[in-house]
């Protein structure tokens, strides 16, 4: 088996891969906007007799996290054919994909994963829990009476290319885990192929603002249903922005207030999310858990320096694996900055580099994770840390990879 990156005459192949194990019929399209999203000298494929068998890349990527920002490596594209399967070829694929963010210098590697089962083992933490949030328009009634002072315009394609960026972007900087699009990777982003449409109408683009300002925008498909002459569409809220409160509430205001929708489904919203505190009835609003971006530590000093901590605090942490970052880390954070050093100190918490990234953007708690039998050390320790970690602002990524 031969590893390396792809060059332009294997896309081909790569393709087929990603295409045979998402059981996915790519069309020309596809393929053209899986080509432009390629950063190919990142990618790595596995070649059995020069054939792709297995596939996988990064994308160049820089995080929130608490307080701040680190570079990261994007995850994507993994696939191994069934008729490879269980031989080691995501190991070894993901061997060179952590080898080139450490070249990159990314402290971080980032993904989202298929399946739970599969990135544990190379020390990647689930860091980033979301929510899918479901209501019936007919329970939605707002607290809040008052008309917004802003106003909602609906926009094309084009226009949404111009103006979202600057929308999102004012709040990138507030939720750990969220990731700045490139133009790039809005323009691919909001290519809307008919294949991810799953049946339901292109993107629909609607845009808050104030004096003309943008401040909130909702990203939505709408799914057409009539049963026995009433109107039965669900609306699929994707992307719901808002910068400031009035913002976020005039943007579901307008949502709850499209005609013949009988359910309106909003995905990858943070499980802090005001959403709930606006309306009456909140109980109708159900709340299912998901998954959002798993992250792996590659360098603990720097990952940790580069966040902030919520009070005073210094913790000594023993990583026991993976190998290239096991080791005793002394920890010494606040609001206004951190430094970590490898130590020979005794530990005072003991844990797998997977619990501290589930821990590092301030979801989840080490207590719950010691309760698991996760994380080793005694309840005080535990109790500070978790201070030390958490944050104020929920976990949050709206941009997929
Ligand atoms: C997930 C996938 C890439 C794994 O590739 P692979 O080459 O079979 O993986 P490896 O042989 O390197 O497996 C390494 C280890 O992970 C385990 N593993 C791999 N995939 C797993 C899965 N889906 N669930 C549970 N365990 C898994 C293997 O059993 C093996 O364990 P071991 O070291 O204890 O023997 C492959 O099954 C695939 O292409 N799946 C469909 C596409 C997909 O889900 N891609 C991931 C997108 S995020």
């Not at 790569?14 to 393929?31: Q, R, S």
């Not at 694929?93 to 544990?120: C, F, K, N, Q, T």
């Not at 976020?248 to 959403?275: E, H, N, Q, S």
Request: proline share 5%.
């Amino acid at each position: 088996m031969e590893y390396r990156p792809i060059t332009s005459d294997d896309f081909d192949g790569y393709v087929g891969v990603l295409a045979h194990v998402f059981a996915w019929d790519p069309k020309p399209e596809e393929i053209d906007v899986e080509r432009k999203a390629t950063e190919f000298d990142r990618t790595i494929a596995a070649f059995d007799d020069g054939a792709v068998v297995g596939t996988g890349a990064n994308i160049t990527f820089e995080m929130t996290v608490p307080g701040g920002t680190a570079r990261a490596g994007g995850v994507t594209a993994i696939g191994v054919l069934p008729s490879h399967r269980r031989g080691g070829v995501l190991t070894q694929m993901m061997g060179r994909l952590l080898d080139d963010s450490r070249e990159h210098e990314e402290p971080l590697s980032v993904l989202w994963a298929s399946e739970s089962s599969i990135y544990g083992r190379y020390g990647f933490g689930m860091a980033n829990r979301l929510a899918t949030r479901e209501i019936e328009r007919a329970h939605v009634t707002f607290i809040d009476t008052k008309p917004s002072p802003g106003r909602v315009r609906l926009i094309e394609k084009d226009e949404a290319l111009e103006r979202l960026p600057a929308v999102l972007d004012q709040v990138v900087d507030r939720y750990p885990g969220m990731i700045r699009r490139s133009p790039l990777k809005w323009e691919v982003d909001l290519s809307d192929l008919e294949a991810w449409r799953g049946g339901a109408t292109a993107n629909r683009f609607a845009l808050y603002e104030e004096g003309g300002v943008g401040l909130g925008y909702a990203r939505y498909r709408v799914k057409e249903e009539w049963k026995e002459g009433h109107p039965q569409n669900t609306l699929l809220a994707n992307e719901v922005i808002g910068v400031n409160d009035d913002a976020t509430l005039g943007m579901w205001r307008f949502l709850f207030g499209i005609d013949l929708t009988k359910t309106v489904k909003a995905r990858v919203r943070p499980l802090r999310d005001p959403l709930a505190y606006f309306l009456t009835d909140p109980r109708r609003l159900s709340f299912k858990v998901t998954e959002g971006i798993w992250v792996r530590i590659l360098d603990v000093r720097v990952a940790l320096e580069a966040r902030r901590y919520p009070v005073e605090g210094a913790i000594t942490i023993e990583i026991t694996g993976p190998d290239d970052v096991a080791g005793v880390y002394r920890i010494e954070g606040g609001p206004d900055g951190a430094s970590c050093r490898r130590t020979d100190g005794e530990p005072d918490l003991r844990m797998g580099v997977t619990q501290l990234g589930m821990r590092y953007l301030g979801d989840h708690d080490f207590a719950t994770l010691a309760a698991a039998g996760l994380v080793e050390g005694d309840r005080d320790a535990l109790q500070r840390a978790d201070l030390m970690f958490g944050w104020h602002e929920p976990t949050w990524c709206v941009v997929g990879f």
